[in-house]
């Protein structure tokens, strides 16, 4: 969850700098507090910086120097002051430690260090990984010493190791992302790639069981069970600079929800020898089975409908409840998980479960290099680019997308689905545009003051509905929530009275009029009726015009509710890049 980055031989010698520009653009990762680590010029002491609160505008008042470390932080392991904020140090202030993931022996490894002298300053797990690495670097050089206290570490975790007496950064990986950068004689180490990639796009994503270790002469790769060196093949990413830039938006959020028209159809030209490989698969009899988690859970529950629309049966679970489920997995299982940044502590449980059953796992990813691309038998990788913002919505239609296309490629016709996504990315092109906004801004002067919204959709918008209510919950903190049409009179309309907002999402197909039948019966209750639709209907007190694209009319719909949301954040003053109580990579169970 937390973010992490460290330089060497920082070319400016203002290493404190770099890594507070570094860790502003690992902020989605964290923000109840951030912190620094620095060597100073000519000086043995750790110089160390840390506040509570976003990062926002701050500046650091650290010396000059060329070797830091820093992180961004959401917490679990003790409260949100300055003392639990990352990094933190041993006794002798020789030794700063950052991390993310969850240390779930630290209680016996911290009982045990007070017992020999140790004095801990705070309520953080992460600090008994210092201390330990003091104490076992009493006996064995740095290396050992760091390796070691991380493999005695229960849990996923990654942590970084700041060494005044080597002048070294130590990383090791478990679980939680790392990723190292090689610049041009200046080194560096992120969660994420957009964390350097001013400075670099030669990068090594560090594999469950690595470690590196940055000196000014370079990287070295390690294999952390044997502590033998390894061959450190580095990759050449495609990424550029401004993917993970603002671009002029005033928000991320917002600049990602205008990348759709370009994501969108992207995702028709890649991928194809992998959709090949799959789609044989299913046409042999393999069962599809996806699993999820949040909007990628959403994401499953509408490729159900693709699937069962083109004749082809599916299941789909929530990565965290699909456990009792493993058993009917088998060797003719096609097991699909979905993650933006393939990370999902759930989601890898539920793939991991899967695999060993047998089952063929497909990873349809965002992020590069992540966990679950490694674990799987194929990847399907969504090409969407950076995702900044906590709350997805390129990498969620890239990755519908992407299903849709295996859907047609199963049944055989994988040109009729990349026709139909080029279509529908001309299409929005033309839709996403200031008109729109500013139809959707009136729309949330209106909402602004509400606590309670209310939607329903049938078939695929169903699944579209649970999407848009979770934009808005996540991106404005309204209540918000989602129901199956059907399910209006078993319960769900006693919550309607007279001036309750009640979205309506329907599309031009065989559900629109029993759709508009339950829009009949919010409205005889007094319900505000707000229609999203192609077509506009009497039921409906506003209409926001949506596209006319059949089933592929579930994506404008969705993209009206990202906007929604984050007009209506804006109104209320939230951060929408960077939610409250939420992170972007959720590594931990």
């Known amino acids: 969850m937390c973010g992490i980055f460290a330089v060497v031989n920082d070319k400016?010698?203002?290493?404190?700098?770099?890594?507070?520009?570094?860790?502003?653009k690992l902020e989605y990762r964290g923000y109840d507090s951030w912190g620094i680590a620095l060597i100073p010029e000519k000086r043995k002491k750790i110089k160390v910086e840390k506040h509570i609160g976003k990062i926002g505008q701050a500046e650091?008042?650290?010396?000059?120097?060329?070797?830091?470390?820093?992180?961004?932080?959401?917490?679990?392991?003790?409260?949100?002051?300055?003392?639990?904020?990352?990094?933190?140090?041993?006794?002798?202030?020789?030794?700063?430690?950052?991390?993310?993931?969850?240390?779930?022996?630290?209680?016996?490894i911290k009982s045990n260090l007070s017992n020999k002298g140790h004095v801990f300053k705070s309520e953080t797990d992460t600090e008994v990984i210092a201390h330990l690495i003091e104490e076992k670097s009493k006996k064995v050089p740095i290396i050992k010493a760091v390796f070691d206290?991380?493999?005695?570490?229960?849990?996923?975790?990654?942590?970084?190791?700041?060494?005044?007496?080597?002048?070294?950064?130590?990383?090791?990986?478990?679980?939680?992302?790392?990723?190292?950068?090689?610049?041009?004689?200046?080194?560096?180490?992120?969660?994420?790639?957009?964390?350097?990639?001013?400075?670099?796009?030669?990068?090594?994503?560090?594999?469950?069981?690595?470690?590196?270790?940055?000196?000014?002469?370079?990287?070295?790769?390690?294999?952390?069970?044997?502590?033998?060196?390894?061959?450190?093949?580095?990759?050449?990413?495609?990424?550029?600079?401004?993917?993970?830039?603002?671009?002029?938006?005033?928000?991320?959020?917002?600049?990602?929800?205008?990348?759709?028209?370009?994501?969108?159809?992207?995702?028709?030209?890649?991928?194809?020898?992998?959709?090949?490989?799959?789609?044989?698969?299913?046409?042999?009899?393999?069962?599809?089975?996806?699993?999820?988690c949040g909007t990628a859970y959403y994401c499953t529950l509408a490729a159900k409908y693709f699937f069962a629309?083109?004749?082809?049966?599916?299941?789909?679970?929530?990565?965290?409840?699909?456990?009792?489920?493993?058993?009917?997995?088998?060797?003719?299982?096609?097991?699909?998980?979905?993650?933006?940044?393939?990370?999902?502590?759930?989601?890898?449980?539920?793939?991991?479960?899967?695999k060993k059953q047998g089952a063929y796992i497909v990873a349809v990813v965002n992020?590069?290099?992540?966990?679950?691309?490694?674990?799987?038998?194929?990847?399907?990788?969504?090409?969407?680019?950076?995702?900044?913002?906590?709350?997805?919505?390129?990498?969620?239609?890239?990755?519908?997308?992407?299903?849709?296309?295996?859907?047609?490629?199963?049944?055989?016709?994988?040109?009729?689905?990349?026709?139909?996504?080029?279509?529908?990315?001309k299409s929005l092109e033309k839709w996403i545009n200031t008109k729109l906004f500013t139809q959707i801004t009136k729309l949330a002067a209106t909402l602004i003051n509400n606590e309670d919204l209310y939607l329903i959709g049938k078939h695929l918008n169903y699944p579209a509905s649970l999407e848009f209510a979770l934009k808005i919950k996540e991106s404005s903190y309204i209540h918000s929530e989602a129901f199956a049409a059907g399910e209006l009179k078993h319960g769900v309309i006693t919550l309607i009275q007279k001036g309750t907002p009640c979205f309506v999402l329907s599309s031009n197909d065989e559900a629109k009029d029993e759709v508009l039948s339950s829009a009949a019966e919010l409205k005889a209750r007094g319900g505000k009726i707000i229609g999203i639709s192609p077509v506009k209907?009497?039921?409906?007190?506003?209409?926001?015009?949506?596209?006319?694209?059949?089933?592929?009319?579930?994506?404008?719909?969705?993209?009206?509710?990202?906007?929604l949301g984050y007009y209506l954040g804006i109104g209320r003053g939230t951060d929408p890049d960077k939610p409250r109580n939420l992170a972007k990579s959720v590594t931990v169970k």
Not at 76 to 86: K, M
């Open 309 to 354: 629309q083109l004749g082809i049966e599916s299941e789909t679970y929530g990565s965290y409840e699909y456990l009792p489920f493993t058993k009917f997995a088998n060797k003719k299982t096609v097991f699909i998980s979905v993650s933006q940044s393939g990370e999902t502590a759930d989601t890898l449980i539920a793939a991991r479960a899967a």
């Open 537 to 563: 209907s009497a039921e409906f007190d506003f209409h926001i015009k949506t596209l006319d694209l059949g089933d592929l009319t579930f994506f404008p719909n969705v993209i009206v509710g990202q906007l």
């Open 149 to 292: 206290t991380f493999n005695s570490l229960v849990g996923s975790n990654a942590i970084v190791v700041l060494d005044t007496n080597t002048e070294t950064v130590l990383a090791c990986r478990n679980g939680s992302p790392l990723v190292a950068g090689i610049g041009n004689n200046q080194f560096f180490l992120g969660s994420d790639v957009p964390a350097f990639l001013k400075f670099t796009n030669r990068v090594h994503f560090l594999h469950d069981g690595e470690a590196v270790v940055l000196s000014k002469k370079g990287v070295k790769l390690y294999d952390l069970k044997s502590g033998n060196e390894k061959m450190l093949n580095a990759q050449i990413l495609d990424w550029k600079m401004e993917d993970a830039e603002k671009g002029g938006y005033q928000h991320f959020l917002l600049k990602e929800i205008v990348e759709q028209k370009n994501t969108i159809p992207k995702t028709a030209k890649i991928n194809k020898p992998a959709l090949k490989t799959i789609s044989e698969k299913i046409r042999n009899g393999y069962k599809i089975v996806m699993s999820a």
């Open 60 to 108: 650091t008042k650290l010396p000059n120097g060329n070797i830091a470390i820093g992180h961004t932080r959401w917490a679990t392991h003790g409260g949100v002051t300055d003392r639990n904020a990352h990094p933190h140090l041993d006794c002798k202030k020789e030794i700063a430690v950052i991390h993310n993931g969850i240390v779930e022996n630290y209680k016996v």
């Open 12 to 24: 400016s010698n203002q290493a404190a700098q770099t890594t507070l520009i570094g860790l502003k």
């Open 367 to 425: 992020a590069r290099g992540s966990t679950l691309e490694r674990l799987a038998d194929s990847t399907l990788s969504v090409g969407a680019g950076p995702e900044i913002a906590v709350v997805s919505t390129k990498a969620f239609t890239a990755q519908l997308s992407t299903l849709y296309l295996l859907a047609h490629y199963a049944i055989n016709k994988p040109e009729k689905g990349i026709s139909k996504i080029y279509q529908l990315g």
